[in-house]
């Protein structure tokens, strides 16, 4: 049996409804941490809260409308921000932004926390929050991170599956990643590379 790599610690994972969120939200809590999901649909958010059994909690939100942004921000202190939701607009990544802004202060009281942001494809935007988030917070034990997915051609010739991408996304969260912070890991097959 493995030992715990997140126990006691709350993890948020925004579209944790999601195959890849759900995935993600199963392997933190058998690393040892307190769930919360967050999705649109409420009998989406039941049927992930029923999966993962007790210590998950669901809350409803839009990530494109901020006040629904600080409403989720404001239920509990989040250790680790999983920031699954896809960044397909303006506002996802308003909200992605003001979610970090809300939370990271909670993080910096308690002595650190991880960010991990799930970009698909275009990574500009995250890459550039990546780093200068990790700039920002690193001195207070805040590491950030990007895992970038994608469902191009690549050189393996095959379409990953969500546990692989969520290995690597709990791999970041957890403290076997304790000196990686502002890193773009590419979980794409090598994509990026042909």
């Given at each position: 049996?493995?030992?715990?790599?997140?126990?006691?610690?709350?993890?948020?994972?925004?579209?944790?409804?999601?195959?890849?969120?759900?995935?993600?939200?199963?392997?933190?809590?058998?690393?040892?941490?307190?769930?919360?999901?967050?999705?649109?649909?409420?009998?989406?958010?039941?049927?992930?809260?029923?999966?993962?059994?007790?210590?998950?909690?669901?809350?409803?939100?839009?990530?494109?409308?901020?006040?629904?942004?600080?409403?989720?921000?404001?239920?509990?202190p989040v250790d680790?921000?999983?920031?699954?939701?896809?960044?397909?607009?303006?506002?996802?990544l308003a909200g992605?932004?003001?979610?970090?802004?809300?939370?990271?202060?909670?993080?910096?009281?308690?002595?650190?926390?991880?960010?991990?942001?799930?970009?698909?494809?275009?990574?500009?935007?995250?890459?550039?929050?990546?780093?200068?988030?990790?700039?920002?917070?690193?001195?207070?034990?805040?590491?950030?991170?990007?895992?970038?997915?994608?469902?191009?051609?690549?050189?393996?010739?095959?379409?990953?599956?969500?546990?692989?991408?969520?290995?690597?996304?709990?791999?970041?969260?957890?403290?076997?990643?304790?000196?990686?912070?502002?890193?773009?890991?590419?979980?794409?097959?090598?994509?990026?590379?042909?």
């Amino acid at each position: 049996m493995s030992t715990p790599n997140v126990p006691g610690r709350t993890a948020l994972v925004t579209d944790g409804t999601s195959e890849l969120g759900r995935v993600t939200a199963r392997l933190l809590k058998h690393d040892g941490a307190q769930l919360i999901v967050s999705g649109r649909e409420s009998r989406a958010g039941r049927s992930a809260v029923n999966e993962l059994g007790p210590g998950a909690r669901f809350i409803a939100v839009d990530l494109g409308d901020l006040a629904s942004v600080d409403h989720l921000a404001r239920q509990m202190p989040v250790d680790i921000l999983v920031n699954n939701a896809d960044v397909a607009d303006v506002d996802t990544l308003a909200g992605m932004y003001f979610l970090v802004a809300a939370v990271a202060p909670g993080m910096i009281r308690r002595g650190g926390g991880t960010i991990v942001n799930v970009a698909s494809g275009t990574t500009g935007a995250v890459a550039a929050l990546t780093r200068t988030w990790a700039t920002e917070f690193g001195s207070a034990g805040i590491r950030v991170n990007t895992v970038v997915t994608t469902s191009r051609p690549n050189a393996l010739g095959r379409v990953g599956k969500p546990a692989e991408i969520a290995e690597a996304i709990t791999f970041l969260a957890s403290g076997r990643a304790s000196f990686i912070t502002g890193a773009m890991l590419h979980v794409d097959g090598g994509a990026s590379i042909v």
